[in-house]
């Protein structure tokens, strides 16, 4: 593996699945947003769409880089 540590130690894993549903509901919910008109109680997704995607997806980056999470 590319970024394994030598030693054995501090090397990329799975996210959990939890950890994976989260990011994978931010993203969606940006996505969804894009094609479809949101009551006015989501507004906040449609001003902050692109922070939800980038939201999204450092919870995924953390969850590949820190183990257990």
Same mark, same amino acid.
């Given at each position: 593996m590319a970024f394994a540590r030598r030693g054995g130690g501090g090397g990329l894993?799975?996210?959990k699945i939890v950890t994976? #549903?989260?990011s994978l509901?931010? /993203? &969606?919910?940006?996505?969804?947003?894009?094609y479809t008109h949101l009551p006015a109680s989501l507004g906040f997704v449609n001003?902050?769409?692109f922070?939800? #995607?980038v939201a999204g997806y450092? /919870? &995924?980056?953390?969850g590949v880089l820190l183990p257990g999470v």
């Open positions: 894993s799975a996210p994976f #549903v989260i509901l931010l /993203v &969606l919910l940006a996505v969804v947003s894009l001003q902050h769409r922070w939800l #995607v450092a /919870v &995924l980056t953390l």
